[in-house]
């Protein structure tokens, strides 16, 4: 199926004078661009019926940035199994041994991946049969007799020369059972970050949720009347992560980052055997399917939970980007989204109008001058000196311009902060996702301003604890239940207390007049 009115702009061959590297540059044109609900990832904590029933293969987050302490690298992070309580015993929190759990990448923009990393799970009880307990004493390391459940993981990358083992029986970080359990669990996440083959370094095991939102957004958006707000519900609570730190050279088309720096990235879950949704009809048919099939994906944030009408989630859910155009019912809501006509109708601010060729170039296609209503050049994938047009496909994905350096006071609006190095540019933890989809969806990448009536977005501006200054930047899990209060004694070494650089603690709330008075300066 070819995508019906309204159409996507006929792309034309883009003038190489127009790719602009250098953050100056890129600067100009950005005050319009505003960050738009990306799809399945950060905020998808449960964002479709099937995935919701099945946590271990439910992505929550997708993460992609330049590293901010090693910038030639770009740092790639996943999450699954949300809402971990800390002290959900006997058994925890494990990876599932009977999925496969891939970070891709597309380098030519025609909504494949190109590269292919994926993490494969095998559990290790030490005694099953005479013992109840996740771990039997005070566990000092990976290899502890005390710690009775580990698990390990092969690493494998997939190119289009085939597919190589970066790493065999890696250990994973346990779950952070408390604080008698595991006195210094710092000392456990060093110990189960591991170097890579061609570069790089490697992280899986549990972490501190990093998505921070007051997600009360789905009563009736915060209560009918912005009442409820304030809390961030994710805070206390744990996930799973995955995280890959590469040189770029390995993620980029023709392996040159300076020529080709924009790449797409998300990832997914497979399962053997498992149930899906065959999108490609209509009226989708859910069937049982015998071989390894698809059943999350995430690539930008809360596209699944607000653009996706529910009938479509657990097919969008099933798909490559490469198939998202020919999902016309989910095209459709991206030019004609359902989020503005709810916000108009609970508080009469009135929703742009249709079609959304912004939200689209944010979306599906990249953002460049040629490829919609947003004059900047950005990260779109008709940027890559060796990309092909013919090649290039409207596809959701969260896209990355490597070649923009790390910002060195990130704002949490990114981009529409005039933060080039943030969220929609690849993702970082520390990026508002929720306050920047919310005045993108109504309309600042067409107005350039703030919706003063949502300037306060959800007033939660940073997460509850900082993130760290090095790999795998994620804060360390928590321990004190959550009903208890928020967060607990995270006993963070001193990279992961002193994390300024690149936490959100310090980031500044932007006002209206503020976000003016950059436009006024960028744009003249």
């Known amino acids: 199926m070819t995508l019906r009115h309204p159409a996507p702009r006929k792309r034309r061959a883009l003038d190489q004078s127009l790719l602009v590297l250098g953050t100056g540059a890129l600067a100009t044109g950005v005050a319009v661009l505003a960050l738009a609900p990306g799809v399945s990832s950060a905020s ?9 029933g099945d946590p271990r293969a439910d992505n929550t987050d997708t993460y992609a940035f330049t590293s901010p302490d090693k910038p030639d690298t770009v740092t790639l992070a996943a999450n699954w199994i949300p809402m971990e309580e800390p002290n959900g015993g006997p058994n925890f929190y494990a990876f599932a041994d009977d999925a496969k759990y891939h970070i891709k990448i597309d380098n030519t923009g025609d909504g494949k991946a190109d590269v292919t990393y994926t993490w494969r799970f095998r559990n290790e009880i030490r005694d099953a049969a005479q013992q109840f307990l996740y771990n039997t004493g005070p566990v000092d390391s990976l290899n502890d007799p005390d710690l009775n459940f580990r698990q390990f993981y092969d690493l494998t990358v997939t190119t289009a020369r085939g597919t190589t083992t970066l790493l065999h029986d890696a250990p994973v970080a346990p779950s952070r059972t408390g604080k008698a359990s595991m006195p210094d669990y710092g000392k456990l996440r060093d110990q189960a970050v591991r170097p890579v083959r061609g570069g790089g370094q490697t992280y899986a095991g549990q972490a501190e949720d990093p998505f921070f939102a007051d997600l009360r957004v789905f009563d009736l958006l915060y209560g009918g009347d912005l009442s409820e707000r304030g809390k961030d519900t994710l805070a206390g609570y744990n996930v799973n992560s995955v995280a890959l730190q590469v040189p770029k050279k390995l993620l980029a088309l023709k ?12 990832s997914t879950t497979e399962r053997k055997g498992a149930t899906v949704t065959d999108s490609r009809k209509q009226t989708p048919k859910t069937l049982p399917h015998p071989g390894w099939r698809q059943v999350s994906r995430l690539g930008n944030p809360l596209v699944n939970e607000v653009v996706v009408p529910l009938k479509y989630k657990d097919a969008f859910n099933s798909i490559s980007p490469d198939q998202d155009r020919t999902v016309q ?9 359902i989020l503005p006509k709810l916000i108009q109708k609970v508080y009469g601010i009135p929703a742009p109008k249709a079609p959304r060729n912004d939200l689209a170039e944010i ?31 409207p596809a959701e994905e969260l896209r990355l311009n490597m070649a923009v350096p790390p910002t060195a006071e990130p704002q949490r609006l990114g981009v529409l902060a005039g933060d080039l190095a943030g969220f929609p540019n690849g993702r970082r933890l520390a990026d508002d996702a929720i306050d920047i989809s919310l005045q993108a969806v109504e309309g600042a ?3 350039g301003q703030l919706v003063p009536e949502l300037a306060d977005g959800d007033q939660v501006d940073t997460n509850e604890v900082p993130f760290g200054g090095r790999f795998p930047y994620l804060a360390l899990p928590h321990t004190k239940n959550v009903n208890s209060g928020q967060g607990g004694d995270l006993g963070m070494p001193g990279d992961y207390k002193h994390a300024a650089a690149f936490g959100g603690a310090g980031a500044l709330l932007l006002g209206t007049g503020g976000f003016r008075l950059w436009r006024r300066r960028h744009l003249g």
């Not at 998808?44 to 919701?52: G, V």
């Open 329 to 337: 019912p989910v095209v459709d809501k991206v030019y004609d989204p």
């Open 445 to 447: 990448a067409q107005t």
């Open 255 to 266: 392996g040159d980052s300076a020529r080709n720096p924009v790449v797409g990235v998300w």
């Open 44 to 52: 998808s904590h449960r964002e479709a019926p099937m995935i919701a």
């Open 363 to 393: 979306y599906l296609t990249g953002i460049c001058k040629a490829c919609g209503p947003i004059k900047a050049d950005l990260n779109a994938h008709s940027l890559n000196k060796d990309a092909s047009a013919k090649q290039i496909v």
